[in-house]
């Protein structure tokens, strides 16, 4: 659910003037102050010695941050990769120290690639997690609100393809250009007089798909199939009476269902912004340590996988700094390009609901005219 929506016909520029307003110590010091975080120093430093020194630091990190995103803007593929995962890096350690009020101890980026792949695809590139405790993919994934260890699963091999298929945005270019199925299921929701139904494409295949998706029992009813208006087969999705809401929002204001990956038979669901993180980690690594296959990915692509690279990186660069902010204010924040209109209040009511307000209104005009007939008599 939005929280707040913010009128701009820029929202890349807004949602950064949102940020650098905490690349002052005011702002940084009354963040600290509204929410009563304690800033830890080291050593018994003194408190205003240990909130300049972290505050000097998220500063810092916000206005690299800012610096790199904007150099991404107008930079080439060759070199696109790099500028957003530094910059992002430099985002989420300012992140981190705002929402815990500490410096964040991070010795390494806690993941590496491997290269021993089939060049067909760079989506094949391998990727391993280490360094739980000092990594930075395992910091900033805490401060995010994701609390499970991803080094426990490295029996399973993730690859870059594993993380493309979990972002929202480029769902449809993933199964276009791979020719497999994504980990997203989109949701058309129809309003009924039986209440909300959402529809998912069936793309052959069972219902069986839903038991991967996490809590899915807590949120719907079983789902049944049925059609579409294109005599499609869909599955029908009803929401049980007091069930959660498991959904996501895409940043199209598409809403859908993710898929988790399945390893040693537990469910695990990665958010998406460390979904686009991972992925900016793997791409950055291969063109900053092997241009021996990132030269001939830009320049010779023949798969189309080069538009979704594209795309990918377009939308973590409006999609991350969103949910960083997200994280900062503890509340979801959407910039928008309509602007503001009236609530439209009307709306549609049942038969019962017809007569109970005919019976109110007969009610009252009896009441009215009574009141009417005891003043005539009065007067006579």
Same mark, same amino acid.
């Given at each position: 659910?939005?929280?707040?929506?913010?009128?701009?016909?820029?929202?890349?520029?807004?949602?950064?003037?949102?940020?650098?307003?905490?690349?002052?110590?005011?702002?940084?010091?009354?963040?600290?102050?509204?929410?009563?975080?304690?800033?830890?120093?080291?050593?018994? #430093? #003194?408190?205003?010695?240990?909130?300049?020194?972290?505050?000097?630091?998220?500063?810092?990190?916000?206005?690299?941050?800012?610096?790199?995103?904007r150099?991404?803007?107008?930079a080439?593929?060759?070199?696109e990769p790099?500028?957003l995962?530094?910059?992002?890096?430099?985002l989420?350690?300012?992140?981190?120290?705002?929402?815990?009020?500490?410096?964040?101890?991070?010795q390494?980026?806690?993941?590496?690639?491997?290269?021993?792949?089939n060049?067909?695809?760079?989506?094949?590139?391998?990727?391993?997690?280490?360094?739980?405790?000092?990594?930075?993919?395992?910091?900033?994934?805490?401060?995010?609100?994701?609390?499970?260890?991803?080094?426990?699963?490295?029996?399973?091999?993730?690859?870059?393809?594993?993380?493309?298929?979990?972002?929202?945005?480029?769902?449809?270019?993933?199964?276009?250009?791979?020719?497999?199925?994504?980990?997203?299921?989109?949701?058309?929701?129809?309003?009924?007089?039986?209440?909300?139904?959402?529809?998912?494409?069936?793309?052959?295949?069972?219902?069986?798909?839903?038991?991967?998706?996490e809590?899915?029992?807590?949120?719907?009813?079983?789902?049944?199939?049925?059609?579409?208006?294109?005599?499609?087969?869909?599955?029908?999705?009803?929401?049980?009476?007091?069930?959660?809401?498991?959904?996501?929002?895409?940043?199209?204001?598409?809403?859908?269902?993710?898929?988790?990956?399945?390893?040693?038979?537990?469910?695990?669901?990665?958010?998406? #912004?460390?979904?686009?993180?991972?992925?900016?980690?793997?791409?950055?690594?291969?063109?900053?340590?092997?241009?021996?296959?990132?030269?001939?990915?830009?320049?010779?692509?023949?798969t189309?996988?080069?538009?979704?690279?594209?795309?990918?990186?377009?939308?973590?660069?409006?999609?991350?700094p969103?949910?960083?902010?997200?994280?900062i204010?503890?509340?979801?924040?959407?910039?928008?390009?309509?602007?503001?209109?009236?609530?439209?209040?009307?709306?549609?009511?049942?038969?019962?609901?017809?007569?109970?307000?005919?019976?109110?209104?007969?009610?009252e005009?009896?009441?009215?005219?009574?009141?009417?007939?005891?003043?005539?008599?009065?007067?006579?």
């Amino acid at each position: 659910m939005i929280d707040s929506k913010i009128y701009t016909e820029n929202p890349e520029q807004e949602q950064w003037r949102a940020l650098l307003q905490y690349s002052y110590k005011a702002n940084i010091r009354r963040y600290f102050s509204d929410r009563e975080i304690t800033v830890a120093g080291k050593d018994g #430093e #003194e408190s205003e010695k240990a909130f300049d020194s972290i505050a000097d630091a998220i500063a810092g990190a916000m206005l690299q941050a800012d610096e790199y995103y904007r150099a991404s803007q107008v930079a080439s593929l060759h070199v696109e990769p790099l500028l957003l995962y530094y910059g992002t890096t430099n985002l989420l350690y300012a992140m981190s120290m705002l929402v815990s009020g500490q410096r964040a101890s991070i010795q390494n980026h806690g993941m590496q690639i491997r290269t021993d792949f089939n060049p067909n695809f760079i989506s094949n590139t391998r990727i391993h997690f280490s360094h739980s405790a000092d990594g930075g993919i395992h910091i900033f994934a805490k401060n995010l609100g994701f609390k499970k260890d991803l080094c426990t699963y490295n029996q399973y091999e993730w690859t870059l393809g594993d993380f493309f298929d979990s972002i929202a945005e480029i769902s449809n270019d993933y199964c276009h250009c791979y020719g497999q199925t994504s980990k997203i299921l989109l949701l058309d929701v129809v309003k009924t007089a039986e209440g909300v139904v959402e529809k998912v494409n069936a793309k052959g295949e069972s219902n069986n798909i839903f038991t991967n998706v996490e809590d899915f029992s807590k949120a719907y009813l079983r789902p049944q199939e049925g059609k579409n208006e294109k005599n499609e087969s869909v599955f029908l999705l009803r929401h049980k009476i007091n069930g959660i809401d498991i959904s996501h929002i895409s940043y199209s204001g598409q809403p859908y269902l993710q898929i988790a990956h399945v390893i040693n038979g537990k469910l695990i669901t990665i958010p998406e #912004e460390l979904n686009l993180y991972i992925s900016l980690f793997a791409l950055c690594s291969l063109c900053r340590y092997n241009p021996n296959i990132w030269y001939p990915f830009v320049t010779q692509d023949s798969t189309g996988e080069r538009l979704l690279v594209e795309k990918m990186l377009y939308y973590s660069r409006r999609i991350i700094p969103n949910a960083v902010l997200n994280r900062i204010e503890k509340k979801q924040i959407s910039f928008v390009s309509d602007k503001y209109v009236p609530e439209d209040r009307v709306h549609l009511v049942g038969e019962h609901e017809v007569k109970d307000i005919v019976r109110k209104e007969v009610f009252e005009q009896m009441s009215r005219q009574q009141a009417n007939n005891i003043v005539q008599q009065r007067r006579r």
